[in-house]
């Protein structure tokens, strides 16, 4: 069930980064399915193929690292060049793994810090002089990390949080453009590589669930409605803002246990 018409976004123009798998790939499914020209991006270009393969005719898969800022203006350009000017750019290539501070490398830590903030820099600032101005509309894919701390996610928080800082500040910058940018967070989904990382155990995932207060993942289509809601005309007054998607998981614990005693 959605709210949204059929073909809305007819005649619009979408790239999305990290768009071949996960949250991205059903984002950029369901732009296809409300009429938009789609491209996703993504390292592996096998990947690429079939995810563009996946979404539809006409659909663009290009190969690219987001940290690499001359293969992202290089693939934006490509999409720009076969599709036509930009009107949508999501930026969700992203990197996690599960480790304390003191057992993670420099190295790894720079890693995710270039793939999540750098590479998401990378797209929007490649992105700008292609979009269709005004009227374009940025996303950022974030998540909770950006706002509460998480053992064994250093990197991740930190990453995170310079992301919602940077969709504010672009905001701010790109407005009297007609560029609006905002980000998405979104909680627990089912399906996707980054919980199968977090929650390795079916024990470990009912436990998670019982803290949310929806007491359920969320699921990739309900992201990708989210992401339809901020690119459409219903959302052309909201910018610099950060849209939760989490089932109230950011709220704080919701679990019956975490409740006992406070009645």
């Given at each position: 069930m959605s709210a949204f018409k059929d073909n809305l976004l007819a005649g619009k123009v979408a790239f999305v980064a990290g768009g071949t798998s996960g949250i991205n790939l059903g984002i950029a499914r369901r732009y296809a399915e409300l009429g938009a020209?789609?491209?996703v991006?993504?390292?592996?270009?096998q990947k690429a193929a079939a995810a563009a393969g996946s979404i539809g005719a006409g659909a663009l898969g290009l190969s690219c690292d987001v940290r690499d800022y001359g293969a992202i203006r290089a693939a934006l350009e490509q999409a720009?060049?076969?599709?036509?000017?930009?009107?949508?750019v999501i930026s969700g290539a992203a990197g996690n793994f599960v480790a304390p501070a003191m057992g993670m490398s420099a190295n790894g830590f720079r890693t995710v810090v270039d793939i999540d903030l750098n590479g998401t820099f990378n797209v929007f600032r490649a992105s700008f002089d292609l979009l269709?101005?005004?009227g374009a509309a940025l996303i950022a894919i974030t998540a909770g990390q950006a706002i509460n701390p998480a053992p064994l996610q250093a990197h991740v928080c930190a990453a995170k949080a310079g992301i919602n800082q940077l969709i504010r500040v672009l905001a701010m910058e790109w407005g009297p453009s007609g560029v609006r940018v905002n980000g998405i967070s979104p909680g627990p989904i089912a399906g996707t590589e980054g919980m199968a990382r977090l929650t390795p155990t079916d024990e470990a995932a009912?436990?998670?669930a019982g803290r949310i207060p929806l007491r359920r993942y969320g699921?990739?289509?309900e992201v990708a409605e989210?992401?339809?809601?901020?690119v459409s005309e219903s959302a052309r007054y909201v910018t610099g803002a950060i849209l939760d998607c989490d089932g109230g998981s950011q709220l704080g614990d919701a679990s019956e246990r975490r409740g006992v005693g406070l009645m």
């Open positions: 020209k789609v491209a991006a993504g390292r592996n270009p720009a060049g076969t599709l036509g000017p930009l009107d949508i269709r101005r005004p009912q436990a998670l699921e990739i289509a989210s992401a339809v809601f901020l």
